[in-house]
């Protein structure tokens, strides 16, 4: 065994040890990178899940309409979307979106608004086309005999719709959106593909500054499980209070 091959070997052990070794150090220097990594995914899901509603929304009542063209675009709409992988998505829409947009700091964070852009408007894309279909079950679960009473006392449609209807509608509609707004939190990761500086981004800045390739992302881990659990647990509080009400 010859010098080069020691050397080689001596280095891979070093990486190794390295790697498994749960070294937090740089939590003192390094913390805002989480602090702000972490604001800025959540501010990326509260907007992504507004946007994506609204979108949800249209499409649902897009897929509900009379007119057929308006129906084919909307079920095609949800066919891709839903039939190809979000990370696809990401790099299609940022090779085609051209945005000249400043870059803001947040904290000690740059965010490239000519990135995040296109990242926002995306995932709002995606996750609209999942939303119409929690719309659109929503809608579906309340008894049509609620429609035929409407109906019954002269009520036109469009009022029966949006008097009797989402009323009930929304009821089933609010904790499924809860959901896509933990989703929303995990898969805003992605964005990290075309350098939006969030959580996942900032995790990987610090291990590649720090030449640690796993307690950094084991932390943005652990602060990915925290905002989920947090929302979870405030969810189910939220179908309870729901729940309550309904029983009253």
């Known amino acids: 065994m010859n010098f080069n ?4 070997i001596i280095i891979q052990y070093s990486i190794l040890e390295s790697s498994v070794t749960m070294n937090f150090s740089f939590l003192p220097k390094y913390l805002p990178y989480f602090n702000y990594g972490a604001l800025i995914t959540v501010l990326i899901s509260i907007l992504v899940v507004c946007l994506g509603t609204i979108i949800g929304v249209l499409l649902a009542f897009a897929q509900r309409s009379r007119f057929k063209p308006l129906v084919w675009f909307a079920n ?12 696809v998505q990401i790099m299609i829409a940022f090779a085609l979106m051209h945005i000249n947009a400043p870059t803001i700091q947040v904290g000690i964070l740059g965010v490239d608004l000519s990135r995040l852009i296109p990242g ?3 995932i709002s894309m995606n996750s609209g086309a999942y939303v119409s279909e ?3 079950a929503g809608i579906n679960a309340v008894p049509k ?5 409407a109906y019954s006392l002269g009520i036109r449609p469009k009022n ?5 209807i989402l009323p009930q509608a929304i009821k089933n509609i609010l904790p499924a959106l809860g959901n896509e707004f933990i989703t929303i939190i995990k898969d ?5 593909a075309i350098g939006v500086m969030e959580l996942w981004n900032g995790a990987t800045t610090v291990a590649t500054t720090t030449y640690l390739p796993l307690t950094p992302l084991l932390f943005a881990a652990f602060y990915y499980l925290v905002m989920t659990s947090v929302l979870t647990v405030a969810l189910k509080a939220f179908e309870n209070y729901i729940g309550q009400g309904d029983k009253k």
């Open 145 to 149: 005999g609620q429609l035929e009473a």
């Open 160 to 164: 029966a719709m949006r008097y009797v």
């Open 134 to 136: 929690t719309v659109r």
């Open 188 to 192: 805003s990761s992605l964005l990290s």
């Open 5 to 8: 091959t020691m050397h080689v």
């Open 120 to 122: 926002i408007l995306i």
């Open 76 to 87: 095609v709409y949800v066919w891709i979307f839903r039939g190809t992988p979000m990370m």
